[in-house]
């Protein structure tokens, strides 16, 4: 299960642990031009995607992300910039921004959008349902 919240411009994303992929979105009122970059970043400053000159650039990725991401190919519906995270857990809640700008103009933001996602723990019931087993040997051995 995951919900999408949109909070005065920027994303808050609610998503269990476990699911097979959360999509962290990032729209942007723009035409996509070919030397346009877009740069994922964790609060840490790690990077999480790189998409340039029509092409993923994983060799520009932190390792932690490496392998986990990906951006949709006809980059995108014009405008549409979001990122797919394979496999979150709970190490992965944090603040994500999206940044895209255009390498011919020097650098120059198109835009920046922050996502905030937060990835909640599964509950294990292994623990839960030992417990209740090992309650119930207990009252059918007293009950003998």
Not at 57 to 66: A, V
């Amino acid at each position: 299960m995951f919900k999408h919240k949109q909070r005065s411009g920027s994303w808050e994303v609610v998503v269990d642990s476990g699911v097979e992929s959360v999509q962290l979105p990032c729209k942007a009122v723009l035409n996509m031009l070919k030397d346009i970059k877009v740069e994922w970043k964790d609060r840490d400053n790690r990077m999480v995607h790189v998409y340039q000159s029509s092409s993923d650039r994983p060799e520009e990725q932190d390792d932690f992300y490496r392998g986990r991401t990906k951006m949709e190919r006809n980059l995108l519906k014009p405008g549409d910039l979001s990122l797919t995270l394979k496999l979150p857990t709970d190490e992965d809640t944090n603040i994500y921004t999206c940044t895209c700008t255009v390498s011919s103009r020097e650098g120059k933001i198109l835009t920046k959008k922050e996502v905030q996602l937060l990835v909640r723990g599964q509950v294990s019931l292994t623990f839960h349902i030992r417990h209740i087993s090992d309650l119930f040997v207990t009252n059918f051995i007293l009950c003998e």
